[in-house]
């Protein structure tokens, strides 16, 4: 069964960090482009960050550039996102998702920005 | 932070149709492919149409997709309960050096 589940949420102090994890599985791992997306409470769905297959290219959504990384082990089936100065504002649930399809060839990238796989989502709450 | 424009809700009775637009600007919709999201209370979003129009396996045929320019729209036909979801549209925005994805605002739709 192709699957991601994504851990390492919780509760933190405002400034502090965390990482997130999403284990893959039931799929070549390796061959993907990975983003992640998260939800505030009650709020509509907003892009985090997305990597290439090989982790050689990522990108940022303004608000969280400078502050999170995304980092993926092919190894381990394992997607990442550390998020450092966490702010109240990151309060959300964190999701990864696949992207569909996504390859890179002279110089320039392209993949769907479609994600047909979502994992069930991992809760960060940053509060004092 | 959305940057995508969709209705706040819809509604229509069981059976009939519904339609769910998705307005953005040329470095989005208009230039890059659209896909469509149902999200189910308290689940993760559920891909139902990428490409602007090509629904994943399993997707019935009872939702379409469609895009013209810098606008998007999702039908729905044949409404039914569990239809009952807010749905938002997706897309990539190029106009940062390595792009931005960008969601919108959510639609929900309700069946009366």
């Known amino acids: 069964e192709v699957q991601l589940v994504e851990s390492g949420g919780g509760l933190v102090q405002p400034g502090g960090s965390l990482r997130l994890s999403c284990a893959a599985s039931?799929?070549?791992?390796?061959?993907?482009?990975m983003h992640w997306v998260r939800q505030a409470p009650g709020k509509g769905l907003v892009w985090v960050s997305r990597?290439?297959?090989?982790?050689?290219?990522?990108s940022y959504a303004d608000s969280v550039k400078g502050r999170f990384t995304i980092s993926r082990d092919n190894a381990k089936n394992t997607l990442y996102l550390q998020m450092n100065s966490l702010r109240a504002e990151d309060t959300a649930v964190y999701y990864c998702a696949r992207d569909l399809w996504g390859y890179c060839s002279g110089g320039s990238c392209y993949f769907s920005a479609a994600f047909d796989i979502w994992g069930q989502g991992t809760m960060v709450t940053v509060s004092s | 932070q959305s940057v995508l424009t969709q209705p706040p809700s819809v509604s229509a009775a069981p059976g009939q149709k519904v339609t769910i637009s998705c307005s953005g600007s040329?470095?989005?919709?208009?230039?890059?492919?659209v896909s469509w999201y149902q999200q189910l209370p308290g689940t993760a979003p559920k891909l139902l149409i990428y490409e602007n129009n090509k629904r994943p396996s399993g997707i019935p045929d009872r939702f379409s997709g469609s895009k013209s320019g810098t606008s998007a729209t999702l039908g729905i036909t044949g409404l039914q309960t569990g239809d009952e979801a807010d749905y938002y549209c997706?897309?990539?925005?190029?106009?940062?050096?390595?792009?931005?994805?960008?969601f919108g605002t959510g639609t929900k739709v309700t069946v009366l």
């Open positions: 990597i290439n297959s090989d982790g050689s290219s990522t």
């Open positions: 040329s470095s989005n919709i208009g230039n890059n492919y």
């Open positions: 039931g799929f070549t791992f390796s061959s993907y482009w």
């Open positions: 997706g897309t990539w925005d190029s106009s940062l050096s390595a792009g931005q994805g960008v």
